[in-house]
């Protein structure tokens, strides 16, 4: 079937896509969206951020190709970043036209109306799987990066490979042998669903060898913050950076600059979760509580042993749900931007064995003022109604001493009864 071709540059607008604010975008800058296609778009931040990543060096030369463009955002912001023409793909009509729309907007943001990239930028209606099809529609241009992003079955937490569309396997064996070769072979950038187990990411593995074998690839976990993965993507061949096999951006809900580590091992050699350990707590000894999306990734370890020294021991006492719980001999001194990949960091300074409940909250201000403690912070698992009196009541009590110190209150990892005191900074120092 011969494909509709949208020319952005030659576009009028079209009144009947919806405008939506992108929080995460400048002001001034609106994207419109086709048929139910918001909840599906990219956000400028991560679409900018990762053209911005891109080494364009080591891209072979041709444009952007993003063959299932959804609203055209993330196509639009790598055309604008790496000054390439973008060729979008959409099978939903409504969408197609908004990703022109949208390339329309970006191009004017960034004053490049005229610069060859956005005038040779096209739109193309119908089914991003038919290469031959597109090809014979656009007059085969070298295509420098291939850029996918599916779409996944919404309100599940766990899918198939399978349910992604379109496929991953069918565009690689569509697209891969078109690809040009730059000095690490094509450059790919595959958007995955953040909920896949490590089982599916080695499926993926396996599949990406078949159809780019031996291919150099970069994990990328990405997260706005609370412990969650928000997006998982895989940068493959000239996308991916020589020697990372991983990397880890979060994303500050501010829009100021990301924060990244990189690092680790590649996927076939393990997931790299750490190991729970159970043993009693030492006194004087240091405890983090490290942001779960980091060690999702792989890269908790490395980068604790980057700050920490090679020598270090890493003793985990809980590698699951929202506060992985490390203990450490040193302190962990870290540079005010990468604070917010760690909950709290102290010293343990008690063992204190019953769980805070309000027969006992008047003790734990007594031991917290023991230790020169200003603020204290329950960082354990509570009841829901219980957590906010024992908290505010801390604080009431606290706030009339004169403490200079902060410090949290966690489980000791020795059952649901001990807890562990443990100091931090002086509040100064914390916030500074
Ligand atoms: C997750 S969205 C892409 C969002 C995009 N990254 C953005 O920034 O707006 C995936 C899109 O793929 C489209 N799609 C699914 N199968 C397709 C196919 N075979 N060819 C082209 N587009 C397809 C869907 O209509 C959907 O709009």
Known sequence: ?????????????????????????????????????????????????RAALLNPERLPSGVVLDVACGSGVQLAALAAILERPAVGIELDPSRARASAQNLRTVAAWFGALNAPWFVQSRVLVGNGTNAEGVLAALGSPGIGLLQLDPARPRNSRTHDLEEMAPSPNEVLSAW?????????????????SPRLTHEQRLSLEAMIDTHL????????????????????????????TPEVARRFVRYPANGSMPLIVEGGRALPLGEDLPEQVRRPPRRGEHVSLVDAALLASGLAEPW????????????????????????????????????????????IVAVVHHAPNEGNIDDLVVMALEHDVARLTLRCTLPADVQPKLQGSLDRQLSRRH???????????????????CVGPTVQEGTR
């Open 403 to 421: 403490g200079r110190r902060q410090a949290f209150l966690c489980h000791a990892g020795q059952g649901p009864e001990v807890h562990l005191l």
């Open 213 to 240: 074998p031996g291919v150099q690839r970069t994990w990328v976990w990405g997260s706005r913050g609370g412990g969650r993965v928000d997006r998982l993507s895989a940068w493959l061949g000239g996308a991916s």
């Open 176 to 192: 891969a042998p078109l690809l040009a070769q730059g000095p690490d072979g094509p450059a790919v950038l595959l958007d995955l």
């Open 304 to 347: 604790l042993t980057s700050h920490l020294g090679a020598e270090a021991t890493l003793t985990w006492t809980a590698v699951e749900g929202r506060r992985p719980q490390v203990h450490h001999d040193a302190p962990l001194g870290l540079d005010p931007n990468q604070r917010g990949l760690i909950q709290a960091s102290g010293r």
């Open 1 to 49: 079937m011969a494909y509709e071709v949208l020319v952005p540059a030659e576009l009028e607008e079209d009144p009947s896509l919806t405008v939506v604010r992108d929080s995460t975008a400048p002001d001034g800058l609106h994207f419109v969206h086709g048929e139910a296609a918001k909840p599906l778009a990219t956000p400028w931040q991560v679409g900018a951020e």
